[in-house]
């Protein structure tokens, strides 16, 4: 027996088929893939912004210490 959650995803994949057509679905598929791919790299890229604006702080931090401590 189709449970809730398995009707909603057949009724999906239906309307995604009767809109876009089974040529359409691999040249948008490709399309998400690569927008995806995107999305990733950029947010590494800022993260790793994130991480050497962090390390640019602390930096001056630690010499001031160590000058204390001499």
């Known amino acids: 027996m189709i449970a809730g959650w398995e009707l909603v995803v057949l009724l999906l994949v239906a309307a995604f088929l009767l809109v876009f057509g089974p040529k359409k679905i691999p040249e948008l598929a490709r399309s998400i893939g690569r927008a995806l791919g995107e999305f990733r790299r950029a947010r590494k890229e800022v993260e790793g912004e994130i991480i050497d604006a962090r390390a640019e702080?602390?930096?001056?931090?630690?010499?001031?210490?160590?000058k204390e401590l001499t």
């Open 57 to 66: 702080r602390r930096e001056p931090n630690e010499t001031s210490q160590l």
